[in-house]
Nanobody
Framework: QVQLVESGGGLVQAGGSLRLSCAAS????????MGWFRQAPGKERGIVAA????????YYADSVKGRFTISRDNAKKMVYLQMNSLKPEDTAVYYC????????????????WGQGTQVTVSS
């Protein structure tokens, strides 16, 4: 069992940066692949980035490649999403999720979810 709590969202101007954090509880956190997803009003939840349990593999949605970086610290049970060069289209609720199996870009594969944190990018 893993509980996830996101933080770090907020309002930022276009071109700015934010760092999202996801704090996990549970003894087996290091076994899980982790992902960041986002959902804008009227749109489906979609992958932003994912990272394998060892951090040896990462995945990024095309729309964020070169701007966002996912990382994790298994000792601290934390996952991070550094977001640079933010655009208004990045506005969404961002969710942290844990996958018991392997790194995946599908939200159907993830077993545990946080409550989400709002990111708003003004133009």
């Amino acid at each position: 069992q893993v509980q996830l709590v996101e933080s770090g969202g907020g309002l930022v101007q276009a071109g700015g940066s934010l760092r999202l954090s996801c704090a996990a509880s549970g003894r087996t956190f290091s076994w899980y692949a982790m992902g960041w997803f986002r959902q804008a009003p009227g749109k489906e939840r979609g992958i932003v980035a994912a990272i394998s349990w060892s951090a040896g593999s990462t995945y990024y949605a095309d729309s964020v490649k070169g701007r966002f970086t996912i990382s994790r610290d298994n000792a601290k049970k934390m996952v991070y999403l550094q977001m640079n060069s933010l655009k208004p289209e990045d506005t969404a609720v961002y969710y942290c999720a844990a996958d018991r199996h392997s790194l995946s870009d599908s939200h159907y594969e993830y077993d545990y979810w946080g409550q989400g944190t709002q990111v708003t990018v003004s133009s």
